[in-house]
């Protein structure tokens, strides 16, 4: 056995015995002092909000959420800016048209007024695909977004989220509202593409 060998199972052997994680044990300072940092702030507690027979989703509890038949059809407005969260608003507009022409237009409206994508990805939400961007040099109040389209044959829901400065706790905190957008049954019985024969 190599000496080196030797020293990494002494190390690894050392860091079970005192309780300490392996990754730690032989990971870099940088690394260490990230696991010793403290936690982030805890996720808000959240709760569900419906939609007519078409969709719930859950916002933070204490948000201020109002429901209007033209879109956006749900509006949530966070109390304004946490000591771990900056002021946000949520905005949920279903239309009766498929992701393609709804991601299509919306995607023309973003580089016609100039807004930068940070980034993007695909998730699946409520059992389908969905398109998630990060915006950014908005000139209103709250210049970031987070959009999510979630498409079903025939409608697509949007759901963006407006924030102030970024912090290391917003991600999960807008994952979480946009994660928990479904469908009712009765929207989902509406929408099933016709059997082929």
Do not use: C
Not at 56 to 76: E, K, L, T
């Amino acid at each position: 056995m190599k000496q080196p060998a030797i020293w990494g199972l002494l190390l690894g052997t050392a860091a079970l015995a005192a309780g300490v994680p392996a990754a730690l044990a032989q990971a870099p300072d940088a690394l260490v002092a990230a696991e010793a940092a403290p936690a982030a702030a805890a996720m808000p507690e959240l709760e569900t909000t419906r939609y007519e027979d078409l969709f719930s989703i859950a916002f933070p509890v204490g948000w201020q959420v109002s429901a209007q038949p033209d879109a956006p059809q749900v509006v949530a407005d966070s109390a304004g800016p946490t000591d771990s969260l900056p002021a946000m608003r949520t905005e949920i507009t279903w239309q009766e048209a498929p992701p393609q022409a709804v991601v299509g237009e919306s995607l023309e409206a973003i580089r016609a007024k100039g807004y930068t994508v940070g980034r993007y990805d695909a998730v699946t939400i409520d059992g389908v695909t969905a398109v998630r961007l990060w915006l950014s040099e908005i000139p209103d109040g709250l210049p970031n977004a987070f959009v999510t389209y979630v498409g079903y044959p025939t409608a697509t829901a949007t759901i963006t989220s407006y924030y102030g400065d970024t912090t290391a706790a917003i991600d999960p905190v807008l994952m979480a509202i946009h994660q928990s957008f479904a469908r009712t049954s009765t929207a989902s019985t509406e929408d099933v593409a016709p059997a082929e024969n």
